[in-house]
């Protein structure tokens, strides 16, 4: 294949092949994607990808790390219970391959990653500043973000899936707030 570059050389690989990946992710989902695909994406042979990403799980994990980010950032803005799990499903509901991707992501890569690590900390401290503010002691601070995620994407899933019959995103928003309210 031709590439349009007379070199590998680009200007910002890793930020551009982060893109790329990101807008192929939403378009056909994670489980398919390709280092070639993300290459041909930005025009480049994929070998200088190797340079930034050791492997497409790698890649994949970056992609996860930067929708973390996002949605903290969405998160970060929420004021209580209700306008949080508003904020989280609308996100989850409007990315939902990209949001497949980050729950896809298993606890011992987390823990072996970093920065995936540090932006699945940015959500869960917003979870812990909108759920937890009574809530003393680590382990039930724990427990009680659990249950919040547990709930929020065993209805995101079902939603999603047509398993759970919900009329419309509002609604489902009013019975996921109903169901973590009180913690």
Do not use: W
Not at 2 to 23: C, D, F, I, Q, V
Not at 89 to 109: D, E, G, Q
């Amino acid at each position: 294949m031709a590439y349009p570059r007379a070199t590998y050389r680009h200007g910002n690989l890793k930020s551009e092949a982060l893109k790329a990946a990101t807008r192929l992710v939403a378009a056909a989902g994670h489980e398919q994607l390709s280092l070639r695909e993300v290459a041909e994406a930005v025009g480049v042979a994929h070998r200088p990808l190797y340079n930034h990403f050791t492997d497409r799980e790698a890649l994949l994990d970056a992609v996860a790390a930067e929708a973390y980010t996002r949605l903290a950032a969405i998160l970060v803005k929420a004021e209580t219970p209700l306008d949080y799990t508003a904020k989280y499903v609308r996100f989850a509901l409007a990315n939902r391959a990209l949001y497949a991707l980050m729950t896809s992501r298993p606890h011992a890569t987390m823990k072996h990653n970093p920065p995936l690590q540090a932006a699945v900390h940015k959500v869960i401290a917003q979870a812990m500043r909108i759920f937890c503010q009574d809530i003393e002691s680590p382990a039930e601070r724990r427990r009680a973000v659990m249950k919040v995620y547990i709930t929020l994407y065993g209805g995101i899933s079902l939603y999603t899936a047509g398993v759970l019959d919900q009329p419309s995103e509002k609604a489902l928003i009013a019975e996921l707030s109903a169901m973590n309210a009180g913690m």
